[in-house]
């Protein structure tokens, strides 16, 4: 038995399983030991991250918001220099773009033919003055003989009285009675024509008068032409345009030539409707408003539109501009970069505009205080929201908001990083 055993293990086939049967075991003792012997490790502890984030220290204060507007100059005043003269234009002293000062003559007229027609007026006027004369004097005359005239007929009515009285005695005819009848008649008559030319004289001295007063008003209207003839500026400013020359006849109501007034110039600027309010208390108040040119030009606010055009968003807001011969603000049109100052509002901060979070809230830095004792000290994040006031640019030219609320204290620390999930409680590691 013990040899056929032999037998069997001595084939290839039996010794290929013996050999795979040792190994597997092999390697299972060797598995065993070392799970065995090997060390127990501690479980992993998970870490909470702090975001690293730039902080800046606050305290409260009084600031005067300001903001960046774009505005076009404009005047509230340009005149169309226009004439109700029908005449030939003799000479231009202006062109486009010249500086004239009040009373310079700009354009002048030929005024030949209006020396005729002022010529012309003054004779009807010396006519009509010589007509009043003439009723002046006859009212003297008048006035002088009225004594005679009475007499002459009182003479005749005493006369009469006793040819009538000779007539009733039968001392007279009745043919003398009747001469003396006329003869008095005749002087009730021209008594009484003197008395009614009389009467009449200053009916006729008031006509008079009106005429060589209308005389002398058309005498004064043809001076007052002439003296239209010498088109002057009414005011100082800059020439707009010249729209006629030499050897052109004017018409009536036609425009000759532009002028703008230097002392209504403006800056026309749209403010945001959320200052409009502000600026409207604040002129009603009397305070000023300022704004200053990118070149350092200053413009104070004087009124501000009472409507929304359509298209716009904001209030149209005018700025006096205050402009000097060749500034080159008198170009009207053109487009100023302005910074507007509005009026102080306190118990603000300026932050940058990386520190704002959905336009109403800030994060401040706060230290935790629930640390072991030697623990470091860890910082988080505390939400605090804030009212929009304002804007304004730092001393270099930095733009920063506005912000106010009663949670910010002097020295408070506000975070100026934008972080994607900044929420209140979030570890922080200011630098």
């Given at each position: 038995?013990?040899?056929?055993?032999?037998?069997?293990?001595?084939?290839?086939?039996?010794?290929?399983?013996?050999?795979?049967?040792?190994?597997?075991?092999?390697?299972?003792?060797?598995?065993?030991?070392?799970?065995?012997?090997?060390?127990?490790?501690?479980?992993?502890?998970?870490?909470?991250?702090?975001?690293?984030?730039?902080?800046?220290?606050?305290?409260?204060?009084?600031?005067?918001?300001?903001?960046?507007?774009?505005?076009?100059?404009?005047?509230?005043?340009?005149?169309?220099?226009?004439?109700?003269?029908?005449?030939?234009?003799?000479?231009?002293?202006?062109?486009?773009g010249d500086w004239v000062e009040a009373g310079?003559?700009?354009?002048?007229?030929?005024?030949?033919?209006?020396?005729?027609?002022?010529?012309?007026?003054?004779?009807?006027?010396?006519?009509?003055?010589?007509?009043?004369?003439?009723?002046?004097?006859?009212?003297?005359?008048?006035?002088?003989?009225?004594?005679?005239?009475?007499?002459?007929?009182?003479?005749?009515?005493?006369?009469?009285?006793?040819?009538?009285?000779?007539?009733?005695?039968?001392?007279?005819?009745?043919?003398?009675?009747?001469?003396?009848?006329?003869?008095?008649?005749?002087?009730?008559?021209r008594y009484r024509d003197h008395m009614r030319?009389?009467?009449?004289?200053?009916?006729?001295?008031?006509?008079?008068?009106?005429?060589?007063?209308?005389?002398?008003?058309?005498?004064?209207?043809?001076?007052?032409?002439?003296?239209?003839?010498?088109?002057?500026?009414?005011?100082?400013?800059?020439?707009?345009?010249?729209?006629?020359?030499?050897?052109?006849?004017?018409?009536?109501?036609?425009?000759?030539?532009?002028?703008?007034?230097?002392?209504?110039?403006?800056?026309?600027?749209?403010?945001?409707?959320?200052?409009?309010?502000?600026?409207?208390?604040?002129?009603?108040?009397?305070?000023?408003?300022?704004?200053?040119?990118?070149?350092?030009?200053?413009?104070?606010?004087?009124?501000?539109?009472?409507?929304?055009?359509?298209?716009?968003?904001?209030?149209d807001a005018f700025f006096e501009l205050h402009?000097?011969?060749?500034?080159?603000?008198?170009?009207?049109?053109?487009?100023?970069?302005?910074?507007?100052?509005?009026?102080?509002?306190?118990?603000?901060?300026?932050?940058?505009?990386?520190?704002?979070?959905?336009?109403?809230?800030?994060?401040?830095?706060?230290?935790?205080?629930?640390?072991?004792?030697?623990?470091?000290?860890?910082?988080?994040?505390?939400?605090?929201?804030?009212?929009?006031?304002?804007?304004?640019?730092?001393?270099?030219?930095?733009?920063?908001?506005?912000?106010?609320?009663?949670?910010?204290?002097?020295?408070?620390?506000?975070?100026?990083?934008?972080?994607?999930?900044?929420?209140?409680?979030?570890?922080?590691?200011?630098?």
């Open positions: 038995m013990f040899a056929r055993l032999q037998s069997l293990t001595r084939t290839p086939r039996r010794r290929r399983f013996a050999a795979g049967t040792g190994f597997i075991l092999i390697a299972l003792l060797a598995s065993v030991s070392i799970f065995a012997t090997g060390p127990n490790p501690a479980p992993a502890v998970r870490t909470e991250k702090a975001w690293p984030v730039s902080v800046i220290e606050v305290t409260p204060a009084a600031i005067q918001p300001s903001f960046t507007a774009f505005g076009r100059v404009e005047s509230s005043n340009v005149t169309h220099l226009k004439t109700d003269l029908n005449a030939q234009v003799a000479d231009i002293h202006v062109r486009e310079d003559e700009l354009i002048t007229l030929d005024a030949r033919e209006l020396e005729l027609a002022l010529d012309e007026r003054r004779a009807e006027l010396a006519q009509l003055t010589a007509n009043l004369a003439s009723v002046r004097t006859q009212k003297e005359m008048l006035e002088a003989s009225t004594e005679q005239y009475r007499s002459v007929y009182q003479v005749a009515e005493k006369k009469l009285e006793r040819h009538r009285d000779l007539m009733a005695k039968r001392l007279i005819s009745q043919s003398l009675l009747d001469e003396v009848t006329a003869e008095a008649d005749q002087a009730s008559i030319a009389l009467t009449d004289v200053p009916n006729l001295m008031a006509a008079a008068q009106a005429a060589v007063d209308r005389a002398t008003a058309q005498v004064r209207q043809a001076e007052l032409d002439i003296e239209k003839t010498r088109i002057a500026a009414p005011f100082r400013g800059p020439i707009l345009g010249v729209f006629v020359a030499p050897g052109d006849r004017s018409n009536l109501g036609a425009t000759l030539a532009d002028i703008a007034n230097a002392d209504a110039f403006e800056v026309r600027v749209q403010i945001p409707v959320r200052y409009g309010d502000r600026l409207h208390d604040t002129l009603a108040r009397g305070s000023e408003v300022t704004a200053t040119t990118k070149d350092g030009v200053p413009l104070t606010l004087s009124r501000l539109s009472s409507r929304v055009r359509p298209g716009q968003s904001g209030l402009v000097t011969t060749g500034s080159p603000h008198t170009a009207l049109g053109r487009l100023l970069e302005l910074n507007v100052t509005l009026p102080e509002e306190t118990s603000v901060v300026a932050l940058p505009v990386q520190a704002i979070y959905e336009n109403d809230r800030i994060y401040a830095v706060e230290a935790s205080s629930a640390e072991p004792e030697g623990a470091a000290t860890e910082f988080r994040l505390e939400a605090i929201t804030v009212e929009r006031v304002g804007e304004m640019q730092d001393e270099n030219g930095e733009h920063r908001i506005l912000v106010r609320s009663p949670a910010i204290h002097d020295g408070e620390r506000i975070i100026t990083t934008q972080l994607p999930r900044a929420i209140s409680g979030l570890l922080v590691e200011p630098a």
